[in-house]
C-alpha cells in the first residue's frame, strides 16, 4: 500500500508535470479572476439548463482547490459560465466583451469583426445571443492565445539567435587563439615553450592564453563583431513586429533554419568588407586604412587574416564600427559588390584597337 507521504509526493509530481504540459501555473492575477469567475458562478440568480457546463464548472472548481489550474483552464470555466447565464446577464457580458475584444485584438480587427457580425443585441433570442456571446468569447480567447504565440515565437527567435552568435563568435576565438598558441609552442625562445614544474608550465600557458585572446588579429574582431551587429539587427526586427498587431499562429511552426544563419551571413559578411577595405577597394575618410606587414614574403589568406591590422587606434575603432555595420546592414556589402562590378562592367578593356 501507498503510504500519505509517497501519495502526496505522487500527487506534487502530476501537478508539476501537468503544469509542464500544459502551459504555466496560473499568476496570482489569474487565480485571482477565476475566483472571481466562481463567485458569479455561485451567485448566479437563475441557471439555464445545461448539465455539461455545471459539470465541467465543477471540475474546475474542485481542480482550483487541488492547485491543477492553468490559464486554459480559466477559458474552460469562462465558456461554462456563458452557458449558463440567464438572457438578461448575457446581454451585459456580451457589452463586456466587445470592449474587451477591443483591447486585445486592436483597434483594426476589432472594426473589421464589427463589420462581418452587424448584430442588434436586444433582438436576438436567448439561442441566437448565446451563440454571439460564446462566439465572441471565443475569439478574446483566440487573441489571448495568438498573442501568447506571438511572445513565444519571439523568444524562440531571440534565443536561436542569441545561441548562434555565441557559437559563431566562441568557435572564431577558440580557432584563432589554437593558432597562435601553436605558433608559440613551435618557437623555441617563446614563452609558451617553457619545459618547468607543472604549476609553472599551467601559469605560463594560462598567461599566453590570456595574451592571444586580447591580441587576436584584427579580422578574427571583424568577424566577431559582424555576428554581433547581425544579432542587433534580429532583435531591432522583432520589437518592430511586436508592436504591430499581426497574428502569430500557435499550430504554425515555421523552420529557424534561416534565422540561426543570420550571425554567420553577418560575420563573412563583415569579413569581405574587411578584405576590401585591406583592399583598398574601398576608400575614405570614414572607413579605415589597413597596413600589411613591411618585410617581403608569400603573401596567403594566412597573411591576411593573421598580420593584416588597422593602420591607428582610431583606425581600429572604425573598423570595428563599420564590421558592426556590414553585420547589421544586411544590404550593405551586396551593394558595394554590386557596385564594384557595375563599374568593372563599364570599364573600357586597354590594348584593343
Avoid at 463586456?96 to 483597434?107: N, V
Avoid at 504565440?149 to 572564431?172: I, M
Avoid at 574587411?274 to 572607413?287: D, H, I, K, T, Y
Wanted: hydrophobic share 50%; proline share 4%; charged share 20%.
Amino acid at each position: 500500500m501507498i503510504n500519505a507521504a509517497e501519495h502526496t509526493l505522487s500527487s506534487t509530481a502530476r501537478r508539476t508535470w501537468h503544469a509542464l504540459w500544459s502551459g504555466a501555473n496560473l499568476s496570482p492575477a489569474g487565480l485571482a479572476y477565476f475566483k472571481e469567475l466562481v463567485a458569479e458562478y455561485q451567485t448566479l440568480p437563475q441557471v439555464a439548463t445545461n448539465p455539461q457546463a455545471s459539470q465541467l464548472a465543477a471540475r474546475l472548481i474542485e481542480g482550483e482547490a487541488a492547485g491543477d489550474l492553468t490559464a486554459n483552464d480559466v477559458r474552460a470555466f469562462e465558456t461554462a459560465l456563458i452557458a449558463v447565464l440567464a438572457p438578461p446577464d448575457l446581454r451585459r457580458r456580451a457589452l463586456a466583451l466587445i470592449a474587451e475584444y477591443r483591447d486585445r485584438a486592436g483597434t483594426a480587427r476589432y472594426e473589421a469583426y464589427l463589420k462581418s457580425t452587424a448584430i442588434d443585441l436586444a433582438a436576438l433570442g436567448d439561442d441566437d445571443l448565446r451563440a454571439y456571446v460564446r462566439d465572441l468569447l471565443r475569439e478574446v480567447h483566440r487573441a489571448d492565445i495568438c498573442a501568447s504565440a506571438k511572445e513565444e515565437r519571439f523568444s524562440e527567435v531571440f534565443r536561436s539567435v542569441l545561441k548562434a552568435t555565441l557559437l559563431v563568435a566562441a568557435t572564431v576565438a577558440i580557432i584563432t587563439v589554437s593558432f597562435m598558441v601553436a605558433s608559440q609552442a613551435a618557437e623555441v625562445t617563446s614563452p609558451i615553450a617553457y619545459s618547468g614544474s607543472v604549476a609553472d608550465s599551467i601559469r605560463t600557458w594560462l598567461t599566453a592564453l590570456a595574451y592571444d585572446v586580447a591580441y587576436m588579429p584584427h579580422a578574427s574582431y571583424v568577424i566577431i563583431f559582424g555576428a554581433l551587429g547581425a544579432f542587433v539587427s534580429v532583435l531591432q526586427r522583432l520589437q518592430s513586429s511586436a508592436r504591430d498587431d499581426s497574428l502569430v499562429y500557435p499550430l504554425a511552426n515555421p523552420g529557424l533554419i534561416s534565422v540561426k544563419l543570420v550571425p554567420l551571413i553577418g560575420g563573412v559578411a563583415a569579413f569581405i568588407f574587411f578584405v576590401m577595405l585591406a583592399a583598398e577597394v574601398v576608400q575614405g575618410e570614414l572607413f579605415p586604412k589597413i597596413v600589411w606587414p613591411d618585410y617581403q614574403k608569400w603573401l596567403t589568406l594566412g597573411n591576411l587574416i593573421g598580420e593584416s591590422y588597422a593602420a591607428t587606434k582610431v583606425d581600429f575603432a572604425k573598423l570595428m564600427i563599420w564590421s558592426f555595420l556590414a553585420g547589421f546592414s544586411e544590404r550593405l556589402v551586396p551593394d558595394i559588390l554590386t557596385r564594384l562590378s557595375a563599374t568593372a562592367g563599364q570599364k573600357p578593356t586597354q590594348g584593343t584597337p
